[in-house]
């Protein structure tokens, strides 16, 4: 089976320039995730989409970043314009959720082997 | 504020033997736990899980105790092998805010031959 799939998984581009990271969650799955990780702030959730809605997108660091889910096999992480401050490994995430009256049968979420962004 | 706290960055074990990674947290409201691995390279793979209605899980050579009134939890894994060397996350998550796990720095888990 694929997993999560993500691209491209390096990225280097200039200070100033747009980059997008693209995300294809394991068929089937309901709900994508955008990380990020970094050594000073470790494992950070930035946003997630639950049947392409995004949920909760409080992690998100500025207005320079949006992410969007057109559909259920496809979601981007945009940066307009990066910073050097925004270089990191971004994950994208997906899991099958279930949620009936307020419980929840699933937490576990399936991880992409990460894009790394460097900005210069 | 650092919710997930995992204050060993690293631990070094023989093969054979058991690893003990520990991983403490604040936020009581906290219901479901999750510890991830982690290859260079590679994005966290998920490997097992517990809610907070148990204070045991087991799956194969790894097992997760919960000690809910200590804020505390650890992954077991018995017996350690090569292949388990890696960065191990400890997560958590509540039930109203399910996907929003809050990950811990991590342990790096070096198994000597």
């Known amino acids: 089976d694929a997993g999560v799939i993500q691209s491209p998984r390096h990225e280097v581009t200039e200070m100033g320039q747009e980059v997008t990271l693209r995300c294809k969650p394991i068929?089937?799955?309901?709900?994508l995730f955008w990380y990020r990780q970094t050594m000073m702030r470790g494992l950070e959730l930035l946003i997630y989409?639950?049947?392409?809605?995004?949920?909760?997108d409080s992690g998100m660091p500025e207005d320079r970043f949006s992410a969007k889910m057109p559909n259920a096999s496809f979601s981007t992480l945009k940066i307009q314009p990066s910073e050097p401050r925004d270089s990191a490994v971004y994950f994208c995430?997906?899991?099958?959720?279930?949620?009936?009256?307020?419980?929840?049968?699933?937490?576990?979420?399936?991880f992409g082997p990460g894009t790394r962004l460097t900005v210069t | 504020d650092q919710q997930v706290k995992q204050n060993s960055p690293s631990l070094s074990v023989q093969e054979g033997r058991i690893s003990i990674l520990n991983c403490d947290y604040t936020?009581?409201?906290?219901?479901?736990f999750l510890w991830y691995k982690k290859y260079p390279a590679e994005g966290p793979t998920f490997l097992i899980s517990?809610?907070?209605?148990?204070d045991k899980n087991e799956d194969g050579r790894f097992t997760v105790f919960l000690n809910k009134s200590a804020k505390h939890l650890s992954l077991h894994i018995v017996p350690s092998q090569p292949g388990d060397s890696a960065v191990y996350f400890c997560?958590?998550?509540?039930?109203?805010?399910?996907?929003?796990?809050?990950f811990g720095a991590g342990t790096q888990v070096v198994v000597t031959p």
């Open positions: 995430a997906s899991s099958l959720v279930g949620l009936t009256s307020g419980s929840v049968d699933s937490y576990e979420q399936y």
């Open positions: 068929s089937g799955h309901n709900s």
């Open positions: 989409f639950n049947n392409n809605v995004p949920i909760d």
């Open positions: 936020n009581s409201m906290f219901d479901y």
């Open positions: 517990i809610s907070s209605i148990k």
């Open positions: 997560a958590a998550s509540t039930t109203d805010s399910w996907g929003k796990l809050q």
